[in-house]
T-cell receptor, first 115, second 111 residues
Framework: DAGVIQSPRHEVTEMGQEVTLRCKPI?????LFWYRQTMMRGLELLIY????????DSGMPEDRFSAKMPNASFSTLKIQPSEPRDSAVYFC?????????????FGPGTRLTVL | KQEVTQIPAALSVPEGENLVLNCSFT??????LQWFRQDPGKGLTSLLL?????REQTSGRLNASLDKSSGRSTLYIAASQPGDSATYLC??????????FGPGTSLSVIP
């Protein structure tokens, strides 16, 4: 298996532009998580899905952020409009089960820079 | 509110030394604790997962312990190697299906 796939790996955009980050989970994994990592705040959970359904989005910082999982093999995290403070590394992670009792598998991340 | 801290923030040791990384959490009501490794520019790799009912887990040269009552976990690395250089993060699963990560310890093993 190729593991969790994220695209793009790097994104540079200007303030106000829409940004879409993509994640392809490991086949058969039922849970998918979006994290954001910054030097100041460390690794933060933004939202997670079980069986394509959003379970907890309380970590999403603002209404400018939205996430979807239209099917079991694809998820997106969208920022519209983007701001410089959104600059961070965004990780997608998946779990084979439906709880946190198992091991999370992380993708390589998308490094976002908003100018 | 659950808070996770890690000490030290950075550590530099000569090759071959045994070392201990520390993780502390404020709320003992956790489901499990997990140690991850992060290489520069890469994602996180799970090293060890300790369920709340367990006291320790071992994998090769790594041993992780968990003391829920004191809110502490340690990651012991035996006979360190330059390839162990990375950032090590601990994460706790809280009662509300959330995972809270510590800030990490940056480890450098000098040949």
């Amino acid at each position: 298996d190729a593991g969790v796939i994220q695209s793009p790996r790097h994104e540079v955009t200007e303030m106000g532009q829409e940004v879409t980050l993509r994640c392809k989970p490991i086949s058969g994994h039922n849970s998918l998580f979006w994290y954001r990592q910054t030097m100041m705040r460390g690794l933060e959970l933004l939202i997670y899905f079980n069986n394509n359904v959003p379970i907890d989005d309380s970590g999403m910082p603002e209404d400018r952020f939205s996430a979807k999982m239209p099917n079991a093999s694809f998820s997106t995290l969208k920022i519209q409009p983007s701001e410089p403070r959104d600059s961070a590394v965004y990780f997608c992670a998946t779990l084979p089960g439906t709880t946190f009792t198992d091991t999370q598998y992380f993708g390589p991340g998308t490094r976002l820079t908003v100018l | 509110k659950q808070e996770v801290t890690q000490i030290p923030a950075a550590l530099s040791v000569p090759e071959g030394e045994n070392l201990v990384l520390n993780c502390s959490f404020t709320d003992s009501a956790i489901y499990n604790l997990q140690w991850f490794r992060q290489d520069p520019g890469k994602g996180l790799t799970s090293l060890l997962l300790i369920q709340s009912s367990q006291r320790e887990q071992t994998s090769g040269r790594l041993n992780a312990s968990l003391d829920k009552s004191s809110g502490r976990s340690t990651l012991y690395i035996a006979a360190s190697q330059p390839g162990d250089s990375a950032t090590y993060l601990c994460a706790v699963k809280t009662s509300y299906d959330k995972v809270i990560f510590g800030p990490g310890t940056s480890l450098s093993v000098i040949p």
